[in-house]
């Protein structure tokens, strides 16, 4: 029997079928006899000609192209935040944050930030700009201006100039006194910190109602635990960094010792054994005992009080060469260990090789009073061992220097040690019974807790009976 299925029509299959099915297949039947349309535009539809002129559709027409790259930006977040990516510029307007603060400083550095010094000049410095939400763009082939400021949250820009106190030539057509010049820049520094402070930022920016707090945020209140937290963690990563580096800076032993400031030997032998504790704890937790060997012999004590100081260890090429140099991690300031023709990185992070300079720096407004007044600055850096005068490491905790109040911290701070090198902070809350137990009570120097009570027993009758 023979059955010829290609003469059948297809009416003949649909006879018995619902109309649904029929009207899907006559679609499917249609689309096949036609052939296809090459001409098929993909672009938006086109108004016609004759409708242009109606005002509505010129209405509906400009918010459309107001609103384009809205629409799609719009779009373009909710599928990214589908499939878990996003584009959001991260919010950068957080005063109370101290990283934040250190990240705006860390961008003010000698080449590109230069105030001409006078008196009136100390109050226009680095922190200050920081503090109020500025950065310092950076020295680039596109940019060799110094002194340009630009806000972080706003994207305004400042630019700091002043008067060139190079005596003016004889052929000058007029002739300007050094003290005059001097005069009008102090003038500039006030103006200038006004505009740094408020009036340089845009109307609508958040940095004109508030800014970072110093006394709080960059000068941390101490006898706090989270003050003392923060310091062991800094302290912690920058001397982890430096033991990588022993070998280097024994080599420039003598260019660092003064920049640290004096201990005696038998604290300095207890400030280590305390530093090896949270260290061997924190970063390395499975080989303690050998790591502590190695520590022992081939990192000396001096370089433990040069991570407490906050110098750590960077690399940086200026053309040619390669230059080692420390610089702190609260004022930026620099101290250089080596020049060498060879490109040498050591074992130093790679967060810590800064941005190659191609063309040494241009000095700009040098005169010969700059030369007059370096061994005053000196006298200061010594003062402030190395440090700038407005850093942390060269302030005071309460009463007692910086380098002090560090060091009988760290060393009472053995107990506080957590299993994986954590703060514990639960038994820095515990108040001691006996405040006289430790070198450095928290609780003594903080308040007293009876005395505290009594204080405000007194104040609650003196309340209630008046």
Not at 72 to 92: E, F, I
Not at 257 to 279: K, M, R, Y
Not at 321 to 334: G, Y
Not at 367 to 373: A, H, I, L, Y
Request: aromatic letters at 10%; charged letters at 20%; glycine letters at 2%.
């Amino acid at each position: 029997m023979c059955h010829h299925f290609n003469t059948m029509d297809l009416s003949d299959v649909t006879a018995g079928t619902p109309k649904v099915l029929g009207r899907c297949l006559t679609l499917f039947s249609e689309s096949r006899e036609k052939p296809p349309n090459t001409n098929v535009s993909f672009s938006a539809p086109v108004t016609p000609a004759k409708f242009d002129s109606n005002p509505d559709i010129q209405f509906f027409r400009s918010v459309k192209a107001k609103h384009h790259y809205n629409y799609h930006k719009s779009k373009r977040s909710l599928r990214d935040s589908s499939t878990g990516r996003s584009h959001a510029k991260p919010n950068v307007f957080n005063p109370y944050s101290r990283q934040n603060l250190l990240d705006r400083l860390r961008t003010f550095n000698a080449l590109n930030w230069q105030i001409p010094y006078s008196p009136a000049s100390n109050d226009l410095t680095e922190l200050l700009c920081a503090s109020h939400g500025w950065t310092c763009e950076s020295i680039s082939r596109n940019n060799n201006t110094k002194n340009h400021l630009r806000c972080s949250s706003c994207n305004a820009e400042l630019i700091l100039r002043f008067n060139n106190e190079v005596p003016s030539p004889i052929y000058a057509p007029f002739l300007f006194d050094s003290d005059d010049v001097q005069l009008a820049n102090d003038n500039l520094v006030r103006e200038y910190i006004t505009q740094v402070q408020s009036t340089g930022h845009i109307s609508t920016c958040s940095w004109n109602k508030i800014h970072t707090p110093l006394n709080s945020v960059y000068y941390l209140t101490p006898y706090v635990s989270f003050t003392d937290e923060t310091l062991i963690r800094e302290y912690l990563e920058t001397l982890f960094h430096l033991t990588k580096n022993c070998q280097t800076l024994v080599d420039h032993v003598s260019e660092v010792q003064n920049i640290l400031p004096p201990i005696q030997t038998e604290d300095l032998s207890h400030f280590v054994n305390a530093s090896n504790i949270w260290l061997l704890s924190r970063y390395y937790k499975e080989d303690k005992e050998n790591s502590a060997q190695v520590l022992a012999t081939s990192c000396p004590p001096w370089i433990y009080w040069l991570a407490a100081m906050g110098w750590d260890l960077n690399a940086q090429k200026f053309a040619q060469e390669s230059i080692l140099l420390l610089i702190c991690s609260n004022c930026n300031q620099r101290v250089f260990l080596k020049n060498t023709q060879e490109s040498f990185t050591g074992n130093v992070l790679s967060s810590k090789v800064l941005s190659p300079c191609e063309f040494p720096p241009h000095l700009e407004n040098v005169t010969p009073k700059d030369f007059e007044c370096v061994e005053e600055e000196d006298e200061e850096e010594t003062k402030n061992f190395g440090h700038k005068s407005w850093c942390l490491h060269s302030s005071n905790m309460g009463t007692i220097p910086f380098h002090v109040y560090f060091k009988d911290m760290l060393i009472s701070s053995d107990r506080l040690v957590g299993p994986i090198g954590e703060y514990e902070t639960d038994k820095d809350m515990a108040i001691d019974p006996n405040p006289d137990s430790t070198p450095v009570s928290k609780r003594k120097n903080s308040f007293n807790v009876n005395e505290g009570l009594e204080r405000f027993s007194k104040l609650r009758k003196t309340y209630f009976i008046e």
